[in-house]
């Protein structure tokens, strides 16, 4: 069975500061790795996906995640945080034999301080 | 650019009561999902549904609920008598890919109110 736990529910950040949000997954097939960003009202958008090509993935807006096997980990980042950045983002994973369900972390508000 | 749409964006309702919660895929996918969210829980999958059929559904997915797509166009979900663990933000998703790499798009989402 897969499963994502989303380290923070809550992260704050200076605007022009990094930005981390923490991701670990459980999944017994080589997984598929995704980050989802919900803004106000609005659908989940795909910021980034990691498909067992380049561990470093980079995706919209500047963000980027590193997939580490290792540590069973898909952290996103993003060098410099905007206020626009504000939002709610989910981590989600989907096992890598053709079942496309995805399975999702509980989210993490990102609030950016002026 | 082609987005999912969800409607209504807020429904309220009483227990015991049917409920259509409707979704507009993005025109050539083939692929639909729901997903719910209840207040501070996981996003959680629900059923996936591909050629007139269900693919895979949850055991959240029980009698209760049904899914359709009347007309080419539109696909929904029903929930027979809904219950007032029901409430949750429902999300439909589409895509036009199988297997582990799609990107599903997903719409704004419902939210359900059983009182």
């Known amino acids: 069975a897969q499963s994502v736990t989303q380290l923070d529910s809550h992260v704050s950040v200076s605007e022009g500061t990094p930005v981390l949000l923490r991701c670990n997954y459980s999944?017994?097939?080589?997984?598929?790795l995704f980050w989802y960003v919900q803004h106000p009202n609005k659908g989940l958008q795909l910021l980034l996906k990691?498909?067992?090509?380049?561990?470093l993935v980079k995706g919209i807006n500047g963000f980027e995640a590193e997939f580490k096997k290792s540590e069973t980990s898909f952290h996103l980042t993003k060098p410099s945080a905007h206020m626009s950045d504000a939002a709610e983002y989910f981590c989600?994973?989907?096992?890598?034999?053709?079942?496309?369900?995805?399975?999702f972390g509980t989210g993490t508000r990102l609030t950016i301080i002026p | 650019e082609p987005e999912v749409t969800q409607t209504p964006s807020h429904q309220v309702t009483q227990m015991g009561q049917e409920v259509i919660l409707r979704c507009v895929p993005i025109?050539?996918?083939?692929?639909f999902y729901w997903y719910r969210q209840i207040l501070g829980q996981k996003v959680e999958f629900l059923v996936s549904f591909y050629n007139n059929e269900i693919s895979e559904k949850s055991e959240i997915f029980d009698d209760q609920f049904s899914v359709e797509r009347p007309d080419g166009s539109n696909f929904t979900l029903k929930i027979r008598s809904t219950k007032l663990e029901d409430s949750a933000m429902y999300f439909c998703?589409?895509?036009?890919?199988?297997?582990?790499?799609?990107?599903?798009?997903f719409g704004p989402g419902t939210r359900l109110t059983v009182l």
């Open positions: 990691y498909t067992s090509a380049a561990t």
């Open positions: 998703a589409s895509s036009d890919n199988r297997g582990p790499y799609n990107e599903q798009f």
């Open positions: 025109s050539n996918h083939l692929y």
């Open positions: 989600a994973v989907s096992e890598n034999f053709g079942n496309e369900k995805l399975t």
């Open positions: 999944s017994s097939y080589s997984p598929s």
